[in-house]
């Protein structure tokens, strides 16, 4: 296994050529040298089913391997009753449409603290999430479609590495969406070396195991951050941001760890994922070669 790579959402280019619908995004990645993407409702939920299963067909006709983002206004912190209604049931949508795309991962935001003390949000999140898992049995979708509570970047909301990688313990299905710019942005500028993403993973494996680390799902861009953490999503060409992502490729060659990234460059993530399997693939050659001349 190789490490996979593709964009959230549709970059600039794309419709700069003349695209305009994401049913031709399989294809236009595939001819990029890209193999997955991310399709978002994090916006709302506006896609009919028959749109959904021209993606998914597209998908699989194309080799590249589909993801989808639940809208961002799904809040498991909550305590309101309604809130944490409908979250469960934009989650069911989410669940129904990523199955007609043939997709194999939902990615989710947790949710935010809001009024609630950190502990309520989180035992709160973590009811939401065992009717999650309750929910994938009750649509036959269990062990076909997980579950991927994100690593968030502001302080008020939930989702520490710790917080996630406590969730993805209640059932095996659940596999941590470990987002290094977040990471980054909520500790203002954590990432800096190849021994802090070592930390990361170290922590990951201890908690979830070597199976779930080597399936890891990963969002990954420059970031802008505050005091309160993630401010805005930046380009690779945007040096002036964190983290890099050479250590992070150094590592992923070193310990063998084949996660699916999925870039969220402002307007250019397809162009920035291509970037990063370039310098994954120079590590891999580098490390291939080393090998090679110490035998």
């Known amino acids: 296994m190789t490490v996979k790579f593709g964009p959230s959402g549709n970059s600039k280019s794309f419709y700069d050529e003349g695209y305009k619908t994401s049913v031709d995004m399989p294809k236009w990645l595939k001819q990029k040298g890209l193999d997955a993407y991310e399709y978002s409702f994090g916006r709302g939920i506006n896609i ?16 590249i391997l589909l993801s989808v983002h639940s809208p961002y206004y799904i809040n498991f912190g909550s305590s309101d009753i309604e809130i944490k209604e409908k979250s469960q049931e934009y989650l069911r949508k989410t669940l129904i449409l990523a ?24 035992e709160n999140l973590t009811l939401a999430m065992e009717n999650a898992v309750k929910m994938l049995k009750e649509l036959n979708l269990y062990g076909r479609i997980s579950i991927c509570p994100e690593t968030m970047g502001k302080k008020n ?3 520490t590495l710790d917080e996630i990688l406590e969730i993805c313990q209640l059932d ?7 987002d290094f710019g977040h990471i980054h942005a909520l500790g203002r500028g954590a990432i800096n070396s190849t021994e802090d993403y070592e930390f990361i993973f170290d922590r990951i494996e201890n908690a979830l ?6 399936n890891l799902h990963c969002h990954f861009s420059r970031i802008e951050f505050t005091e309160a953490g993630e401010k805005k999503h930046w380009t690779f060409n945007d ?5 890099e992502f050479e250590p992070l490729a ?3 060659v070193k310990r063998k ?29 580098k490390l291939n070669y080393s090998l090679q001349s110490e035998q």
């Open 157 to 159: 909301q939930l989702g």
């Open 48 to 63: 009919s089913i028959e749109t959904a299963e021209k993606i998914g067909n597209a998908a699989l006709e194309n080799d």
């Open 257 to 285: 760890i084949s996660p699916r990234i999925i870039c969220e460059s402002r307007e250019n993530m397809a162009e920035d994922s291509l970037q990063m399997k370039k310098i994954y693939i120079e590590y891999l050659t």
């Open 239 to 243: 040096t002036q941001y964190g983290p």
């Open 250 to 252: 150094e590592v992923l």
């Open 99 to 122: 199955d007609k795309m043939k997709a194999d991962r939902v990615v989710l935001h947790p949710g935010s603290v809001g009024k609630n003390s950190r502990q309520q949000a989180f």
């Open 172 to 178: 095996e299905t659940l596999i941590p969406t470990v």
């Open 209 to 214: 195991g070597k199976y779930r680390l080597d």
